[in-house]
């Protein structure tokens, strides 16, 4: 995947956790943390996945609805 593509994932990604009513503001800060930390150090997305799925079960059905599921 494209360093481009990468990021745009992950602005996606990071936007619905924002207006996201699933998630508390703790799993929101952390969640966002996370997905900037990512996009600055351009680290594998895959891991970023497992991350975020640890925090809540709300990024399962998200990484469907975006399309970025296996």
Do not use: P
């Not at 936007?15 to 952390?30: G, P």
């Amino acid at each position: 995947m494209s360093a481009h593509k990468h990021k745009e994932h992950l602005q996606k990604i990071k936007d619905a956790v924002v207006k996201s009513d699933k998630l508390d503001e703790n799993q929101k800060s952390d969640s966002v943390k996370r997905i900037e930390e990512w996009i600055e150090e351009d680290k594998a997305f895959g891991t970023l996945k497992e991350e975020l799925l640890n925090i809540s079960e709300f990024f399962e059905v998200l990484f469907a609805e975006l399309g970025l599921s296996k």
